[in-house]
């Protein structure tokens, strides 16, 4: 059974930087990658980066390059594993949900939208504020 469980939300200041982590497991298709997302109040859900599961390789939507950065590491449990999302200089416009979620054909996260990807977290908030 695939789980994934984002934590890390809260409040971080216009400029701040911010790491968010998604503890997924069940998840290992050598395909496969996860996928970051993030849905605005009254928006929709878009993606902002993409991570594989065989090598850790990372893809940032083009929209979203330089200001997010995306990582993996493995746990000693070869079926469990964490993947990070860092916002490096937090804007007004990133206060959003941010949800990680699975990509079993490791083509569908490319395309920055929610349509196609399989399993989700239930998401952590994060707030932009002084």
């Known amino acids: 059974q695939v789980q994934l469980v984002e934590s890390g939300g809260g409040l971080v200041q216009p400029g701040g930087s911010l790491r968010l982590s998604c503890v997924v497991s069940g998840f290992t298709l050598k395909d496969g990658y996860i996928g970051w997302f993030r849905q605005a109040p009254g928006k929709e859900r878009e993606g902002v980066a993409c991570i594989s599961v065989s090598d850790g390789s990372i893809y940032i939507q083009d929209s979203m390059k330089g200001r997010f950065d995306a990582s993996r590491d493995i746990s000693r449990d070869k079926d469990k594993y964490t993947a990070y999302l860092t916002i490096l200089k937090a804007e007004n416009d990133d206060a959003a949900d941010y949800y990680c979620?699975?990509?079993?054909?490791?083509?569908?996260?490319?395309?920055?939208?929610?349509?196609?990807?399989?399993?989700w977290g239930q998401g952590t908030r994060v707030t932009v504020s002084r």
């Open positions: 979620a699975t990509d079993p054909l490791g083509v569908i996260c490319f395309r920055g939208n929610r349509i196609g990807m399989n399993d």
